[in-house]
């Protein structure tokens, strides 16, 4: 797959100009940014995976019930849409390479604290901030990415930024399944810390956005004269409401709910279904979370594919499809074989779906409003991902979630194909 940044051919700089080092010169690369924004997204799909899967050891250990554990889903993951609405406002106004500094120094420490929780108390503040970090990181470097990239093959670029997600969970699904049985989750969280604190110090070397530097040179120039329109410049979560952002909002908001709706049921509460009403020892279900990581891997790689070659809704909607069959077999089926096949398949069109989201929703905005337009979006439908968990461990305190998955997760599939089929298309948009 060949992926072409728009920054990686450096024209001879111009006289009196900084000449980068070799190490801050291979950062400006567009390979190696993509790599260093795409770890972001690895250390969310562990976290979230080893908070999840680990889920049933941490309820013992603290004497937590079903019900009460959902109740810390609940509250901790509001932390993501907090981060998600507010963080992306700086970035918008003071560069997106200095907010994800930030997003992931937080990752790292509060990650690295979940590990020494002793009540429910400490667990769920550790956990907000956590989530906070990984809220605010994922639309910044997307939007990132998105300003840095070639239109023909971003798709591909962002499938394969968000891939880290799946790359992620399949680390951390390893993990439990041969460190957990023997050492306990609370080391669990150690290992998820430490590699978090080195991609701080390379994310230093990252050059910032070319387009939201040409953006702040604008405005600059523009309050030099004193414009009409800048006296008028609205804030930037104002911007996205105007009539002509108005329908790109609606449309990714509803995606982005609809989503995190079919998505954040089954990543919370499937490790605990499986344990729980199949009866599965927690090794097997780390090897069953290996292969949801693989159908992860494989629909976030293959969204961009089809994304370029069909288009941005098509693609949607052929996930969305997909997500509605396989929710409806998983919660179904009882062949230990065919639920391996049905979790691959929920995590093929899971990755598909978000791995379209944020294509899509970076070229729905302008740049003088895009990392908030992603945030919104993302931050809107991350309140789905924080109520969902709730809502299954009330419904089903017994953990048997089976039809559950299947009537909640495919409805709000169903939902995401009738917005996509409304929404406008952006496929090969230029970003202004």
Same mark, same amino acid.
């Given at each position: 797959?060949?992926?072409?940044?728009?920054?990686?051919?450096?024209?001879?700089?111009?006289?009196?100009?900084?000449?980068?080092?070799?190490?801050?010169?291979?950062?400006?690369?567009?390979?190696?940014?993509?790599?260093?924004?795409?770890?972001?997204?690895?250390?969310?799909?562990?976290?979230?995976?080893?908070?999840?899967?680990?889920?049933?050891?941490?309820?013992?250990?603290?004497?937590?019930?079903?019900?009460?554990?959902?109740?810390?889903?609940?509250?901790?993951?509001?932390?993501?849409?907090?981060?998600?609405?507010?963080?992306?406002?700086?970035?918008?106004?003071?560069?997106?390479?200095?907010?994800?500094?930030?997003?992931?120094?937080?990752?790292?420490?509060?990650?690295?604290?979940?590990?020494?929780?002793?009540?429910?108390?400490?667990?769920?503040?550790?956990?907000?901030?956590?989530?906070?970090?990984?809220?605010?990181?994922?639309?910044?470097?997307?939007?990132?990415?998105?300003?840095? !990239?070639?239109?023909?093959?971003?798709?591909?670029?962002?499938?394969?930024?968000?891939?880290?997600?799946?790359?992620?969970?399949?680390? +951390?699904?390893?993990?439990? +399944?041969?460190?957990?049985?023997?050492? %306990?989750?609370?080391?669990?969280?150690?290992?998820?810390?430490?590699?978090?604190?080195?991609?701080?110090?390379?994310?230093?070397?990252?050059?910032?956005?070319?387009?939201?530097?040409?953006?702040?040179?604008?405005?600059?120039?523009?309050?030099?004269?004193?414009?009409?329109?800048?006296?008028?410049?609205?804030?930037?979560? =104002?911007?996205?409401?105007?009539?002509?952002?108005?329908?790109?909002?609606?449309?990714? $908001?509803?995606?982005?709910?609809?989503?995190?709706?079919?998505?954040?049921?089954?990543?919370?509460?499937?490790? $605990?279904?499986?344990?729980?009403?199949?009866?599965?020892?927690? @090794?097997?279900?780390?090897?069953?979370?290996?292969?949801?990581?693989?159908?992860?891997?494989?629909?976030?790689?293959?969204?961009?594919?089809?994304?370029? !070659? $069909?288009?941005?809704?098509?693609?949607?909607?052929?996930?969305?499809?997909?997500?509605?069959?396989?929710?409806?077999?998983?919660?179904?089926?009882?062949?230990?074989?065919?639920?391996?096949?049905?979790?691959?398949?929920?995590?093929?069109?899971?990755? =598909?779906?978000? %791995?379209?989201?944020?294509?899509?929703?970076?070229?729905?905005?302008?740049?003088?409003?895009?990392?908030?337009?992603? @945030?919104?979006?993302?931050?809107?439908?991350?309140?789905? !991902?924080?109520?969902?968990?709730?809502?299954?461990?009330?419904?089903?305190?017994?953990?048997?979630?089976?039809?559950?998955?299947?009537?909640?997760?495919?409805?709000?599939?169903?939902? @995401?194909?009738?917005?996509?089929?409304?929404?406008?298309?952006?496929?090969?948009?230029?970003?202004?």
């Amino acid at each position: 797959m060949t992926i072409e940044s728009d920054e990686t051919t450096i024209a001879h700089p111009p006289v009196g100009a900084t000449v980068p080092g070799r190490f801050t010169g291979a950062m400006a690369g567009g390979a190696a940014g993509l790599i260093l924004v795409q770890m972001g997204w690895v250390f969310a799909g562990m976290d979230y995976t080893i908070y999840s899967s680990a889920l049933p050891l941490i309820l013992a250990d603290l004497h937590i019930s079903i019900p009460t554990g959902g109740l810390i889903f609940f509250l901790s993951l509001q932390g993501t849409w907090i981060g998600s609405l507010l963080v992306p406002v700086i970035a918008d106004y003071f560069g997106r390479r200095r907010a994800m500094m930030g997003n992931i120094l937080l990752y790292a420490l509060t990650t690295g604290a979940v590990a020494f929780a002793a009540s429910s108390a400490y667990l769920t503040a550790a956990r907000f901030l956590v989530n906070f970090g990984i809220g605010a990181e994922q639309p910044i470097g997307a939007t990132y990415i998105a300003e840095r !990239w070639n239109p023909k093959t971003r798709a591909r670029a962002m499938g394969f930024m968000q891939s880290g997600f799946a790359i992620g969970l399949l680390f +951390a699904s390893l993990l439990l +399944a041969t460190i957990a049985p023997r050492y %306990g989750w609370r080391p669990l969280f150690l290992i998820g810390a430490i590699p978090a604190l080195l991609v701080v110090g390379f994310r230093f070397f990252l050059p910032e956005s070319e387009k939201w530097k040409e953006h702040q040179e604008q405005k600059k120039r523009a309050q030099a004269e004193e414009t009409k329109e800048t006296k008028r410049s609205p804030f930037t979560m =104002g911007q996205l409401f105007s009539p002509s952002l108005r329908k790109a909002t609606i449309v990714g $908001t509803i995606l982005l709910l609809a989503g995190n709706t079919a998505g954040g049921g089954i990543l919370a509460w499937a490790p $605990t279904y499986l344990k729980v009403a199949r009866g599965l020892d927690i @090794g097997t279900v780390g090897w069953f979370g290996v292969v949801q990581a693989l159908g992860l891997l494989f629909g976030y790689n293959m969204s961009g594919v089809v994304s370029d !070659w $069909t288009s941005r809704r098509v693609s949607l909607m052929i996930a969305f499809g997909l997500g509605i069959v396989s929710l409806i077999a998983f919660g179904l089926v009882t062949n230990l074989v065919l639920v391996a096949v049905a979790i691959f398949m929920v995590g093929a069109a899971l990755g =598909g779906q978000f %791995g379209n989201f944020i294509t899509y929703l970076s070229e729905l905005f302008p740049t003088a409003s895009r990392a908030t337009g992603v @945030g919104w979006c993302m931050g809107i439908g991350l309140v789905a !991902w924080s109520i969902v968990p709730l809502v299954l461990g009330l419904l089903a305190p017994s953990g048997n979630f089976g039809t559950l998955f299947a009537i909640l997760g495919g409805t709000a599939c169903l939902i @995401g194909i009738i917005a996509a089929y409304f929404g406008p298309e952006t496929k090969g948009k230029v970003l202004d």
